[in-house]
């Protein structure tokens, strides 16, 4: 048992097998690839595929292939600090109750038009979640504040690029979410943005009011309220504030990149080892970020990734 009070689960005879199935097409890895392919992971992309041994093996691949080109356990604060300043993702101080990391979203306060700055900014976020994570967890839980949200804020492509990278790299790794106080015409635009979300990950999204007590016992339920900020409702009026948070970044930063000290990078070149060319078509409907151009990075956006 860990110490937050959550039991591991142990992988059955039938799920094991299919980690070794899985292991098996994956072939020999690099060190660094490696680290990324625990049992723990293959069983997240294998449920993210519903089990399916091919399906989840190419996505696995895809994945690590990402991270080759993408390299997200290097981005460092530094990078994305000004994506940072005004506070619209960021990891909070409280945790769930069973002591989960918790990332604060405020897609009213977007200050970049860059998707490509958004994108790389939200990875080194989940990066860092990831990093935090208690010892036997694999998930966090997002909350969404919308208050000052209005149509300007929305952006239907940043949404469906938010939604690839975090379906196809990050599986299984939302516990939940709460959308805190969405507006009226947010309930049109989810319509919308749903088909851009796996079923698993449509069901795990929270509606939570104000002023609805119903809604409100999701918020009870779930966290210490001493701890939660007051913005969802809680006791601590603390808030954001840019110049402690990057203090704590800088020290995670510290911490991972001494945890990759030694550990040979992985070249282009050895891309060939993750050839996803086995006849499973792709699950994915999603346009990679490959797929768009570095002109359309930097045009005008119009504000807010909305996971």
């Known amino acids: ?3 937050n009070g959550f039991v591991k ?7 094991q097998a299919k980690i070794e199935e899985v292991r098996k097409l994956l072939g020999t890895l690099p060190e660094k690839l490696s680290s990324f392919c625990s049992d723990d992971a293959v069983l997240r992309y294998l449920r993210a595929r519903n089990w399916h041994v091919k399906k989840a093996t190419k996505m696995l691949k895809e994945t690590l292939k ?14 994305v600090a000004g994506e940072a300043e005004t506070g619209k993702i960021y990891r909070s101080t409280c945790v769930d109750k069973l002591g989960r990391p918790v990332l604060i979203m405020r897609p009213s306060v ?4 860059s998707v490509k700055g ?21 998930q966090m839980v997002w909350m969404i504040d919308f208050h000052g949200y209005s149509l300007a804020n929305v952006s239907l492509r940043t949404t469906k690029e938010t939604a690839h990278v975090l379906q196809e790299h990050y599986p299984e790794r939302l516990a939940f979410a709460v959308l805190y106080n969405p507006p009226k015409f947010f309930e049109p635009f989810w319509k919308v943005a749903r088909p851009f979300l796996e079923p698993k990950t449509r069901n795990k999204v929270k509606f939570v009011y104000s002023d609805d007590p119903n809604t409100k016992q999701i918020m009870d339920e779930n966290f210490d309220m001493d701890k939660m900020e007051s913005a969802f409702g809680g006791n601590d009026d603390s808030g954001f504030n840019i110049n402690i948070h990057s203090e704590r970044m800088k020290e995670d ?20 080892i ?26 005008p956006q119009t504000k807010g990734p909305i996971p």
Request: glycine share 4%.
């Open 1 to 3: 048992m860990s110490t």
């Open 9 to 15: 689960p142990v992988p059955t005879e039938e799920e």
């Open 66 to 79: 990402w991270r080759v080109q993408y390299k997200p356990e290097e981005i460092c604060w530094e990078e």
């Open 110 to 113: 977007e200050n970049s038009k």
């Open 118 to 138: 958004q994108i790389r900014y939200l990875v080194y976020c989940m990066e860092n979640a990831v990093q935090n994570l208690p010892p036997g967890e694999e």
């Open 253 to 272: 930063d510290k911490k991972r990149l001494a945890a990759l000290e030694g550990i040979a990078s992985v070249s282009l070149d050895s891309l060939s």
């Open 274 to 299: 993750l050839s996803v060319s086995d006849g499973v078509a792709s699950d994915s409907a999603h346009p990679s970020s490959q797929d768009v151009s570095e002109d359309e990075y930097h045009q």
